[in-house]
């Protein structure tokens, strides 16, 4: 999902919507138009509401941008939004669990992850970079966006709040260290190429396989 704000609903129907997503869309989509291939297949991890997948697929055209969530509650609101928006590029969600069997994807080029790695057990972060450095051509592109602490300390007073918050709710959550990340990465195939530093003390990563 989309940070841990809560989810509005649109209207009557299944689309969500989350704040945080209209919050740091535009700031991601400038780290995506410099990062992504021009063509391809582009896998989003933990879509959420969906709303980052119609805003991406609306303005990254002809790449393909494909959606997955482990949430039946999440996949249903994809598929509003993608039949609301009607975009050709979008493509129907698919049901992915990245600690479990990931599906067959022709043409991926890039994969993407907002704002997991704090919400899931440290294995979620193994399984992701193992799966990229296995999945992603010679080339190909992961792009992580969230929080993260820097030797050993926390970029601001707030994200500390906020670790402190996801400990609380699950021991196994919490904000990485990068150092840790990166490490994992490289042993992954993975280098990094870029870190940018956007709104709200988080930073967008860039690594290339």
């Known amino acids: 999902m989309n940070s841990m704000d809560s989810l509005e609903r649109e ?6 919507s989350s704040p945080s997503a209209r919050r740091n869309r535009e700031p991601i989509l400038a780290v995506l138009r410099s990062a992504l291939p021009q063509t391809g297949r582009v896998l989003e991890i933990a879509s959420g509401s969906g709303e980052h997948a119609v805003h991406f697929a609306r303005h990254l055209a002809p790449l393909c941008w494909q959606p997955s969530d482990p949430s039946e509650t999440a996949l249903a609101s994809i598929a509003a939004w993608r039949e609301a928006e009607a975009l050709g590029n979008l493509a129907a969600p698919v049901c992915l669990d990245v600690t479990e069997q990931w599906p067959v994807l022709p043409d991926l080029v890039a994969i993407v992850c907002i704002n997991l790695l704090h919400i899931s057990p440290w294995d979620a972060s193994e399984a992701l970079f193992a799966e990229a450095g296995r999945r992603l051509p010679a080339g ?8 993260f602490r820097r030797h050993g300390k926390h970029t601001a007073p707030s994200n500390a709040a906020f670790d402190a918050d996801l400990r609380s709710r699950d021991s196994r959550w919490g ?3 990068l150092e840790a990340v990166e490490a994992l990465a490289g042993d992954n195939g993975l280098r990094c190429e870029a870190t ?3 709104p709200a003390n988080n930073l967008c990563i860039v690594w290339r396989r």
């Open 140 to 147: 190909g592109v992961l792009v992580v966006y969230g929080p």
């Open 175 to 177: 904000v990485r260290d």
């Open 196 to 198: 940018h530093e956007l």
């Open 11 to 16: 209207g009557a129907d299944r689309r969500l």
